[in-house]
Antibody, heavy 125, light 107 residues
Framework: QVQLQQSGPGLVKPSQTLSLTCAIS??????????WSWIRQSPSRGLEWLGD?????????DFALSVKSRITISPDTSKNQFSLQLNSVTPEDTAVYYC???????????????WGQGSLVTVSS | DILMTQSPSSLAASVGDRVTITCRSG??????LNWYQQKPGKAPKLLIA???SLQSGVPSRFSGSGSGTEFTLTISSLEPEDFATYYC?????????FGQGTKLEIK
C-alpha cells in the first residue's frame, strides 16, 4: 500500500530555510494519476495547502500565493521522493507539516488519500 | 481562494447519537468536496470524497451529501472512536482549501 515517510529537522532558526523530504513507497512520483502536496497545520492558520508537484509529460508546480516567493518543491525520481524548502522562515511558519498524495479519481474528483506522518517544525532562535 | 466554513466549530454528543456537521463554500464547488477525520497527533484520514462517496474501509455510519455550496457529514450512531476533529476540503480549484474544523467531543 502507499506510504509517505517524512524526514527533516524539527527546529529551524528565523531567516533560515526549512527543509523536509517525503519518501514515497507503493507508488511512483511520476504517476499521471496523482499529484504530491505539502500541507501545514497550525492553531492560527488551520490546514493550509502550500503547493504541489506532478508529472504530465513534464514536471509541473503549483504554489499558494501566501508562500509563492519563498517555496521550492523538488521531485527526485531516482529516490522516489519529493522535498519542500521554505526560505526566510519566521516564527509564523511554526507548524506541523504534512506531505500528501492528491489522487485524481473518477469524474475529475481529487482527494488527499495518503498522508505522511507529520513533522512538527518550530522556528525559533 | 474559496472560503470553506464549517458549523458548528465544536459539538458535544454521546455514544449512539446522530450528528450532522455542515460545510459551506464561498462559491459553488459542484460536488468537489471531501471530508476528513483527524485524531490528536495523527494526519487527517479521508472519509468521503466527491461529497458522498464513502471511502473503502470507512464505516457505513458515515455519510455525506450536498452539492453547490452546502454540504453535510452525518454520523448515524456515534461510536467511541468517532470522537475527533472533522474537516471539509474543496478540490474544485486551486488553492485547495479546508474548513476550520469541527471538534466532536464526548458529552
Amino acid at each position: 500500500q502507499v506510504q509517505l515517510q517524512q524526514s527533516g529537522p524539527g527546529l529551524v532558526k528565523p531567516s533560515q530555510t526549512l527543509s523536509l523530504t517525503c519518501a514515497i513507497s507503493g507508488d511512483t512520483i511520476s504517476t499521471t494519476t496523482a499529484s504530491w502536496s505539502w500541507i501545514r497545520q497550525s492553531p492560527s492558520r488551520g490546514l493550509e495547502w502550500l503547493g504541489d508537484t506532478y508529472y504530465r509529460s513534464k514536471w509541473n508546480y503549483d504554489f499558494a500565493l501566501s508562500v509563492k516567493s519563498r517555496i521550492t518543491i523538488s521531485p527526485d525520481t531516482s529516490k522516489n521522493q519529493f522535498s519542500l524548502q521554505l526560505n526566510s522562515v519566521t516564527p509564523e511558519d511554526t507548524a506541523v507539516y504534512y506531505c500528501a498524495r492528491l489522487t485524481y479519481g473518477s469524474g475529475l474528483l481529487k482527494y488527499f488519500d495518503h498522508w505522511g506522518q507529520g513533522s512538527l517544525v518550530t522556528v525559533s532562535s | 481562494d474559496i472560503l470553506m466554513t464549517q458549523s458548528p466549530s465544536s459539538l458535544a454528543a454521546s455514544v449512539g447519537d446522530r450528528v450532522t456537521i455542515t460545510c459551506r463554500s464561498g462559491q459553488s464547488i459542484r460536488n468537489y468536496l471531501n471530508w476528513y477525520q483527524q485524531k490528536p497527533g495523527k494526519a487527517p484520514k479521508l472519509l468521503i470524497a466527491g461529497a458522498s462517496s464513502l471511502q473503502s474501509g470507512v464505516p457505513s455510519r458515515f455519510s455525506g451529501s450536498g452539492s453547490g455550496t452546502e454540504f453535510t457529514l452525518t454520523i448515524s450512531s456515534l461510536e467511541p472512536e468517532d470522537f475527533a476533529t472533522y474537516y471539509c476540503q474543496q478540490s474544485y480549484s486551486l488553492p485547495v482549501t479546508f474548513g476550520q474544523g469541527t471538534k466532536l467531543e464526548i458529552k
